[in-house]
C-alpha cells in the first residue's frame, strides 16, 4: 500500500474513533450544559429534515440508522484528510486538530454549514451561548481526538 493510502485509511480509523469520542463529549453537553430540549443528536436530525424535504415521514430507526452511519462516515472522510494532511505536511497533531476542528465547524454549523442550511441547527446567532459553546465543543473534540490518535496510528508504524 503506497504511503498515502496508507495515510488516509489510518485517519479513517482515527475519525471513526473520534466520531465515537464527538458523540460521548456531545451526550456529556447534552447532561451537563444543554437545556432539556437542546441536544446533540446532529446526525437524526438531519436526515428527518431531509426525509421530510423528499416528502417522508419520520421514522426514528431509520433516522438514527442512517444518522449513525452518515457520522461514522463523516468521522472516517475527515480522518482521511487529516491523515493525508499529515502525511504531506509533517504538521503536528495539536494544530492538525486545531485547523481540523476550524473546518469541521465551518462546514456543519457556521452560518453557511450543512448544519445550518439544513435548518438542523439554528444560526449562530440565533443559538445560546450553551448551544454554541456545544457545537465548537464537539467539533474541536473530534478534530483533535482524530488527530490525536492519527499520530498515535503513524508513530506504531
Known amino acids: 500500500m503506497g504511503a498515502y493510502a496508507r495515510a488516509a485509511a489510518q485517519g479513517a480509523i482515527a475519525g471513526v ?9 456531545g451526550l456529556a453537553f447534552d447532561r451537563l450544559v444543554l437545556p432539556p430540549k437542546q441536544h446533540n ?4 436530525r438531519l436526515i428527518r429534515r ?3 424535504w423528499t416528502g ?8 438514527w440508522t442512517l444518522g449513525t452511519l452518515f457520522h ?14 499529515r502525511n504531506l505536511t509533517g504538521a503536528g497533531p495539536l494544530s492538525l486538530g486545531g485547523i481540523g476542528g ?15 442550511l439544513t435548518f438542523t441547527e439554528p444560526p449562530p446567532r440565533a443559538r445560546s451561548w450553551r ?3 456545544s457545537l465548537v465543543s464537539v467539533s474541536s473534540a473530534f478534530a483533535l481526538s482524530t488527530a490525536l490518535l492519527d499520530d498515535r496510528l503513524a508513530r506504531r508504524r
Do not use: C, E, H, M
Open 17 to 25: 474513533l473520534g466520531s465515537v469520542f464527538q458523540a460521548g463529549v
Open 72 to 85: 461514522l462516515g463523516y468521522g472516517a472522510g475527515w480522518g482521511a484528510l487529516l491523515g493525508l494532511a
Open 102 to 116: 476550524a473546518l469541521v465547524y465551518l462546514a456543519a454549523f457556521s452560518p453557511k454549514g450543512a448544519g445550518t
Open 56 to 63: 417522508r415521514r419520520s421514522s426514528a430507526p431509520r433516522d
Open 131 to 133: 448551544k454554541q459553546a
Open 41 to 44: 443528536n446532529i446526525a437524526p
Open 50 to 52: 431531509l426525509a421530510q
